[in-house]
Nanobody, 119 residues
Framework: QVQLVESGGGLVQAGGSLRLSCAAS????????MGWFRQTPGKEREFVAS???????YYAGSVKGRFTISRYNAKNTVYLQMNSLKPEDTAVYYC?????????????WGQGTQVTVSS
């Protein structure tokens, strides 16, 4: 019954912006970290950003200064505001939730949402 559902992906031109949302349901997510990974064909999932329950934020160097992660704990929802998008940001973006931290070993994952940035 636990489910993470991403939304907000789509096609955008380079330099544009997109806002991803991830709604988690099925249980309480108190003290869970949530975050975003992305993946392109033939590559391992890459860390993008994460946020702890208390609001500590972490970013991959490739997106720092362009992406902002936030969360609304009462609704178990995490957001990723993506600005100044580049073609290399094109990927399937996955939402994740894990106890203590959001990592490749996180307990829960969404189905992914496609982000395509055209040049």
């Amino acid at each position: 019954q636990v489910q993470l559902v991403e939304s907000g992906g789509g096609l955008v031109q380079a330099g544009g912006s997109l806002r991803l949302s991830c709604a988690a349901s099925g249980r309480a997510f108190s003290n869970y970290a949530m975050g975003w990974f992305r993946q392109t064909p033939g590559k391992e999932r890459e860390f993008v950003a994460s946020i702890t329950w208390s609001g500590d934020r972490y970013y991959a160097g490739s997106v720092k200064g362009r992406f902002t992660i936030s969360r609304y704990n009462a609704k178990n929802t995490v957001y990723l505001q993506m600005n100044s998008l580049k073609p290399e940001d094109t990927a399937v973006y996955y939402c994740t939730a894990g106890q203590g931290s959001a990592s490749r070993e996180s307990e829960y994952w969404g189905q992914g949402t496609q982000v395509t940035v055209s040049s």
